[in-house]
């Protein structure tokens, strides 16, 4: 039996045993205290995944103690299989409670039985002017208007409401020094949005959006808050954020004092007690002491940071603010009045915080609050705040049981194949070494001249390559989220269920949403300019907010976190990356192998994260792009540095036609798969094992499968990376391999495609037949008459999504004399008004006005004349292709054009010399020319339109056959 043969089998096992094992779902789930503290009754929360097909409706659900007993339960469905709209996700949530150091066992099932009926249970109810919820054990009033947080704060205890906090309990709300600017505060925004975002009887979720605003009514940045509210419990979670919308370009910096948020209790008797929890523990404040604490004084102190307050009748307040000495310097304080918490507080007043446009930052504050009564939390919650109750899966369930974030097999799997038993295990150590270590580069001081590392602008593990320096401004260059880095924390958490992956994921991928993509207004979602995270790049002269190349399609760490935690600003941010992919060229990834190969592991889980088909449609188009460099060149990247690049590009195409089985593509990727490894590669080079294996399997190529692992199977090291640039290295190399484990078990196959049967409308022809003609078609800008009207009409899609609707058509149709290729362009305009023409000499920037590129060449399609030609008929020439240089580009004079206008389009005719080609034989019937046609649209908005192709490329092209 061969290998191949063997991996069907044994994946149809593998398929049967799903389908005979879950007509009843028990999943098996973990709960572990990692504090040495106890727990009160928390509710634990987490993703769980589920497999194709196994679910539909969330309510079967319920969740059973190790005994078997019922636990109250409340699910919120995160993502569905788009191929038959199963669950794909849950977020399971549950109290907890355990000792120190403890884990519980608990199932997630489907099999009937009894449901527990919570003790505690969330109310919310809309009152004049505001939200009230009730959480059983205190309730707390949001307003409409004017946010200020809470506006009264209520324990219960029994019969009896104590007020606690209020009115106007959080004062303000959350305000911004801006030092010469003024201040602004959410509490001047009198009409914030305010809507229940997550409701359900163990937790339900406040979101309000909205501008800080000066007494003036003027604006300075965006916010959005989300509070968590919990049955039974005193301590509400608020997630803020604040982003810099304002501004036209990266270097109008925003300049930031302070940004605070004050929690007073009511009435006037002052705190008797005030405490301090930080690195040494819990301190108490004698009368008139300091009751502060500030990050630039608790260096790398990785706990939360917390202020607490108490008079004499037990009410009391604590404060606590996640990951503290992180984002930028901070400080907490226990005042007279209650709590003040300084998100960004900067330590000297010549050295303040700058806020670029473009940029976000997320908080996480828990706000407890104590006094007469019982309350699920307890006196350690906020100082494990950091550390909450998560619901987590065995590993085998996260990856080969539900296959829910693709082909992974979990590190525990007990067939992985003898030979490669001892690399596996050192690539599992590596893994944790590797991580351990890039968590360090936290601690060291970057720039000894100002001890840099004090204002905590390295956050969550970030690499950095240098502090870059402009006039008096510096600013660190970052390397943090290259190369898929929080998808590779992603996938090697569920194949390991190791919390230091998903640990420093959270950390990661909180960084990425916030500052590696843009949330301004002029390309929102789009990566942002420059390796890494570089946010100051207009302080050494860009003048613009984002790239439209390189390696920066992150969504799919933001995804995995989102899946995995419930997090919805992680989705938030994924979302608007992936929406940003959909909407503009911006990511080049057909001109550029190492973007195509994120553009194309972004598309396939932007389709499962949405279900949106259009993701594919893309990747589809991509992946003809590539076909055609295999087929011109005989290798994927001809160009410079592919070496580096095109094992990033092929991964890609492996990734999408592993999800689609996409068979133009299936034909040829073994082939391009082993011609770059001839070329480049040898049997060990880890970041490619993943595509050899996958293309080996793929053709049945058993002699290939064998080079590769041997390869793999004698690599004695991981590799580690110790410098700088640690994250980007160790994500370039290691990117795949959790894709790659696959292959080293007897699992070596899967269900393909495994998110089920996808498909895809047929691909436009791209092979149009070019017919002949006996006399000069009427070349005078007149649309289709004469022998116009016989010709195969060609209809151009819009680039990048062929799928969405153009703002105006354009079609065009070829004929030849075997003199001259005769083609009419067809441009539907209904803005002709605002038609931009301004070039008339031949041969000047003609690309800047409305205007038609022309791509005509001999297959092989090594080199092709470019034509441009605006919509008045001036034309510019150039040439594309490896072999350009070769090639005598034909002078504009050459170029017969006629140009007509109408009132609602215009209209080309144009005819090329075939002698202008550069054609190795004379013209005949049957000869095939590549072909393509682009057209640029200015009026309005821009918008670009292709045949088949995209731009500035010989080899994406169609075909013309002369008849």
Not at 672 to 697: E, H, L, Q
Request: glycine share 10%; hydrophobic share 35%.
């Amino acid at each position: 039996m061969t290998y191949r043969s063997l991996s069907f089998l044994l994946a149809g096992m593998l398929l049967v045993g799903c389908a005979t094992s879950r007509t009843d779902l028990n999943v098996p789930l973990t709960v572990t205290n990692r504090s040495e503290l106890p727990r009160g009754m928390e509710i634990a929360e987490g993703g769980v995944p589920l497999p194709l097909g196994a679910l539909r409706d969330e309510r079967a659900l319920r969740i059973v103690d190790s005994a078997g007993r019922p636990v109250p339960a409340q699910f919120t469905v995160l993502n569905r299989w788009p191929t038959d709209g199963s669950i794909r996700w849950v977020l399971a949530k549950f109290p907890a409670g355990m000792a120190g150091g403890e884990t519980l066992d608990y199932t997630l099932t489907t099999a009937r039985g009894p449901r527990a009926t919570p003790e505690h249970r969330i109310r919310v109810s809309e009152e004049d002017g505001g939200y009230l919820v009730d959480t059983g054990t205190m309730r707390f009033t949001v307003g409409t208007s004017n946010f200020a947080l809470f506006d009264r704060v209520f324990l219960l205890d029994g019969d009896r409401e104590i007020p606690l906090a209020g009115p106007g309990a959080g004062g303000d709300g959350f305000v911004i020094d801006a030092g010469e600017r003024g201040t602004f505060s959410t509490r001047n925004d009198p009409e914030p949005t305010v809507r229940i975002e997550d409701a359900g009887p163990l937790r339900t979720t406040l979101l309000v959006e909205g501008k800080h605003k000066n007494e003036q009514g003027e604006p300075l940045l965006d916010y959005q808050v989300r509070i968590y509210a919990y049955a039974g419990s005193r301590a509400v979670r608020v997630q803020y954020v604040f982003t810099n919308r304002d501004g036209e370009w990266p270097d109008e910096q925003i300049t930031l004092r302070n940004v605070s948020v004050n929690l007073s209790m009511a009435g006037d008797e002052e705190p008797s007690a005030r405490w301090l929890i930080g690195p040494e523990g819990r301190q108490e404040i004698a009368p008139g002491e300091r009751g502060r604490l500030d990050s630039c004084e608790v260096r790398h102190y990785e706990g939360p940071a917390v202020a607490g307050v108490a008079r004499d009748d037990g009410l009391g307040i604590e404060s606590t603010v996640q990951w503290f000495w992180q984002l930028r310097p901070k400080s907490i304080k226990a005042t007279r009045a209650g709590t003040t918490v300084n998100l960004i507080n900067a330590p000297e007043p010549g050295e303040p915080v700058y806020f670029y446009p473009g940029m976000s930052k997320t908080h996480d504050l828990l706000f407890r609050f104590t006094g007469p009564g019982r309350s699920t939390d307890d006196e350690h919650t906020a100082r494990q705040f950091q550390q909450r109750l998560f619901v987590k899966c065995e590993p085998s369930w996260y990856c080969q049981e539900t296959l829910a974030l693709g082909r992974l097999v979990s590190a525990d799997y007990p067939g992985y194949r003898p030979q490669f038993r001892d690399v596996q295990r050192v690539i599992e150590d590596g893994f944790r070494e590797q991580v351990e270590l890039i968590r360090e580069l936290r601690k060291e001081v970057i720039d000894p001249e100002r001890d840099l590392d004090k204002h905590h602008v390295i956050h969550f593990g970030d690499g950095y390559r240098t502090v870059r320096r402009a006039g008096d401004h510096r600013g660190i260059l970052w390397d943090n989220c290259y190369y898929s880095y929080t998808h590779l924390l992603a996938m090697q958490y569920c194949r390991s269920g190791e919390d230091l992956f998903l640990d420093t994921l959270r950390e990661a991928a909180t960084f990425e949403g916030d500052i590696t993509i843009t949330w301004h207004d002029n390309n929102p979602g789009a990566p942002r300019i420059n390796p890494g995270a570089y946010h100051i790049g207009g302080f050494s002269g860009w003048r613009q907010f984002t790239s439209s190349t390189y390696n920066f399609y992150k969504p799919i760490g933001m995804l995995g976190l989102f899946y995995l935690t419930g997090d919805r600003r992680h989705q938030e941010a994924g979302l608007l990356n992936l929406e940003w992919m959909l909407r503009t060229e911006g990511y080049d990834m057909l001109n550029n192998p190492r973007s195509c190969g994120a553009g194309l592991r972004a598309a396939v889980h932007g389709y499962l994260a949405t279900g949106n088909k259009d993701y594919l449609y893309l990747a589809r188009r991509v992946a003809r792009h590539a076909i055609g460099m295999q087929k011109t060149y005989g290798h994927f990247a001809p160009i410079r540095n592919s070496i580096f690049m095109a094992p990033n590009a092929l991964e890609g195409l492996c990734i999408y036609h592993e999800l689609t089985g996409d068979e133009r593509l299936g034909e040829i990727l073994p082939e391009m798969v082993k011609s770059d490894f001839g070329r480049f590669r040898r049997p060990s080079t880890i970041n490619v094992t993943f595509m050899n294996f996958y293309a080996a399997w793929l053709a049945g190529d058993e002699g290939h499968l064998e080079t590769i692992s041997e390869g793999i199977a004698g690599r004695e090291e991981f590799g580690l990376m110790r410098g700088r640039s640690a994250v980007k290295d160790f994500a370039a190399r290691n990117r795949p391999v959790p894709l790659m484990m696959w292959y080293m078990t007897d699992l070596a196959s899967k269900p393909t495609p495994w998110a089920g049967t996808i498909t895809l409308d047929p691909f436009p022809a791209d092979t149009v037949a070019c017919p002949a003609v006996r006399t000069t078609p009427p070349l005078d800008g007149t649309p289709g008459t004469g022998v116009w009207g016989d010709a195969p009409e060609m209809t151009l899609v819009s680039i990048p999504n062929p799928r969405r609707e153009l703002a105006a058509e354009t079609t065009i149709r070829v004929v030849h004399d075997l003199e001259y290729l005769y083609i009419e362009v067809d441009a539907a305009e209904p803005k002709m008004d605002d038609l931009r023409v301004t070039v008339t000499e031949p041969g000047g920037r003609v690309f800047s006005d409305d205007c038609v590129e022309i791509y005509v060449g001999p297959i092989p399609r090594r080199h092709c004349l470019k034509l441009m030609v605006n919509a008045s008929g001036v034309v510019a020439t150039g040439a594309r292709g490896a072999d350009r240089g070769e090639y005598d580009v034909p002078d504009p004079s050459q170029i017969r054009t006629a140009a007509g206008h109408r009132d609602d389009g215009w209209t080309l005719h144009v005819a090329v010399p075939l002698d202008q080609l550069g054609l190795d034989e004379a013209p005949r019937a049957g000869m095939e020319l590549g072909f393509n046609v682009v057209r640029f649209r200015r009026p309005e908005s821009f918008e670009m339109s292709t045949w088949v192709g995209t731009i500035n490329q010989s080899h994406s092209t169609g075909t013309l056959v002369l008849e």
